[in-house]
Every structure is written in structure tokens, then in C-alpha cells.
């Protein structure tokens, strides 16, 4: 019999975990490509989560919090082997399997149309009409993601897209396509939080990190969606009666925490070596959001 045996140690992970519920009506970031909204914040801005002892804050963790379908970003695009058309900006997605099956009104195909023909273009349609549903003002769904200030290069004016520009949606040929394709992964190579979503997957965006969803419903099947969480380095040891939380919204580069949005106004342990934070934020009545601090799970004998 031989005998087989390893030797060494691991670290343990020594930080927390902060489980969060932001609600709805926490104000959005405006479209990568259209004019900031009514309270929406700038499309070039973060949250930064903190602890607050006293005057001091303590920086935790910065996030931003995204509309799951941005059809005005020049980089809402498929990706991928198993997409018919690399790089196609998913809001020409119906028009273009219209063209590739010639099959513009789903209910009277023309006599040679295929059955495998008449599936892509109903399922075409159906994605179409989702893709709308997700990226709605009132009804869509919103993502808790990673925090970036990278932005993406200038949208031509034509598809005749000069090097360094990306061509515009409307553009759909092949050239077109690939070139918007290599135009946003060179964005994404260069900046692993820089975020974009999809319709395919609501938290497997194409790039970035989604942390979770901002309280709602989920407008395809009805079915509720919310939470988010962060891992941090930062174990939130010693938190106490004077411990609090706020979460602030600052322009990319601003000086300052920026502008207090949610304010912690209830701490709780109803555990040992976990917090419950009750958040107040915006509006009248006032929103309310949700933390669920874990403190230093590499030394935790009573959750696992």
C-alpha cells in the first residue's frame, strides 16, 4: 500500500459578508447614451457604502446601480458561439433574424418559408418585446453591480465608422458587427468592473460583476427579484451601539463622500456576529432598504 499525503495550509478568509436590499425607487444611473432623468443619478457616478462612527466614514465598498437592459448603450450586443450574428446590437436583434428568414409578419409567412425559420422569427419577436419589458423606467428590473469609470469610445455617425469608433445600432452587416464587437471588447479587456447587461441571463451580465437586483419583479414571469451581496476584505469586527451606515452618491472623480443617500436608522444583533441594518433613503414617504452584515466569517462557530 502507498500512502499519499500533501502538506501546507490555507489562509482562512477573515473578512464579512454585507447582504443587501435596496428598494425600489433607489435613483438609477441614466442611459450610457441618453440625458439624465429626474432623479437619476449621472451615468459617470458610483454608491459608496460606509461605515459612519461618529463624523468618520469608513469606505466599504462602491457599487453603481444599472437599468438590466441599456438599449441606448452602443455595447447592448450579442456575444458569443452560440449567437447567430457576434456583435449585433440586441435592439436590431428581431430585425435582422426578419431579414436572414424574409419573414416580416410572424402570422402570414410567405409559402416557402422553413418550421425552423418560423420558430426564429417568433422567438426573435418574443426577445424583442422582453428585451422592452427589462429595460422599462416603470416595470424593468435593475442591477447592483461593479463600479467603473471607464467609458466607451465615440458611436459614428455612419457604418462607415472610423478606427476607434463604434458603429451605430441601426448598422447590422457583418463589417459592422465585428467591428462593434472588437470596439466594446477592447473597452472590457482593459476594465474588469466595467459594467454592461443582458436579456439572456439577469445576473450574468456580459461584462463586470452583478452583485444582485434592486427589489421588484421580474416583468417576463412575475417572479420577484431582489438582494445583493458583497464580500469584503474589511471582517466589520466591533460593531456597536454607536455603529452606523450610510450609503452616498458621488460623481466619478468628485471630491468629498458625495451626497447621503440612504441613512442606517436602526442596528440590531439578533445574533452574535451578525447585524441587522434598517436603511432610510428618498422620497414621500421615505424608501427603505435592508443590510445584513456578517462580521470576520473565517471565525464564525455559530452561522456555519
Aim: glycine share 12%; hydrophobic share 40%; net charge negative.
Amino acid at each position: 500500500m502507498v500512502a499519499l499525503g500533501t502538506a501546507g495550509c490555507i489562509d482562512a478568509f477573515t473578512g464579512s459578508n454585507v447582504q443587501i436590499e435596496l428598494p425600489a425607487g433607489t435613483p438609477v444611473q441614466a442611459r450610457v447614451g441618453g440625458a439624465q432623468g429626474q432623479s437619476e443619478l449621472p451615468a459617470n457616478s458610483h454608491y459608496t457604502l460606509y461605515r459612519v462612527e461618529g463624523t468618520e466614514l469608513t469606505e466599504l465598498v462602491r457599487f453603481e446601480v444599472h437599468r438590466l437592459v441599456d438599449l441606448s448603450s452602443p455595447c447592448f450586443i450579442d456575444v458569443g458561439e452560440h449567437v447567430p450574428h457576434p456583435g449585433l446590437h440586441v435592439s436590431q436583434f428581431a430585425a435582422k433574424i426578419a431579414e436572414d428568414t424574409g419573414i416580416t409578419d410572424v402570422a402570414n409567412p410567405p409559402p416557402g418559408a422553413t418550421e425552423p425559420q418560423k420558430i426564429a422569427i417568433a422567438t426573435a419577436q418574443t426577445r424583442q418585446h422582453n428585451i422592452e419589458a427589462l429595460a422599462a423606467d416603470l416595470g424593468g428590473v435593475q442591477a447592483i453591480t461593479s463600479a467603473s469609470t471607464s467609458t466607451y469610445p465615440q458611436v459614428a455617425a455612419s457604418c462607415a465608422a472610423a478606427p476607434g469608433e463604434i458603429p451605430p445600432a441601426m448598422c447590422t452587416d457583418d463589417a459592422s458587427n465585428a467591428g462593434r464587437l472588437a470596439a466594446c471588447q477592447t473597452v472590457w479587456d482593459q476594465d474588469a468592473a466595467m459594467w454592461e447587461g443582458t436579456d439572456r441571463v439577469l445576473t450574468a451580465p456580459l461584462h463586470g460583476t452583478t452583485y444582485g437586483l434592486v427589489d421588484g419583479n421580474n416583468p417576463i414571469n412575475g417572479s420577484p427579484v431582489d438582494g445583493g451581496q458583497f464580500f469584503l476584505d474589511n471582517p466589520l469586527t466591533g460593531i456597536g451601539a454607536a455603529t452606523g451606515f450610510a450609503i452616498y452618491a458621488q460623481v466619478d472623480g468628485g471630491t468629498g463622500p458625495g451626497t447621503k443617500i440612504f441613512q442606517s436608522v436602526q442596528v440590531s444583533a439578533p445574533t452574535r456576529g451578525v447585524t441587522h441594518v434598517v436603511l432610510l433613503g428618498p422620497g414621500s414617504p421615505a424608501i427603505t432598504g435592508f443590510l445584513a452584515v456578517f462580521s470576520d466569517i473565517g471565525d464564525d462557530s455559530v452561522q456555519f
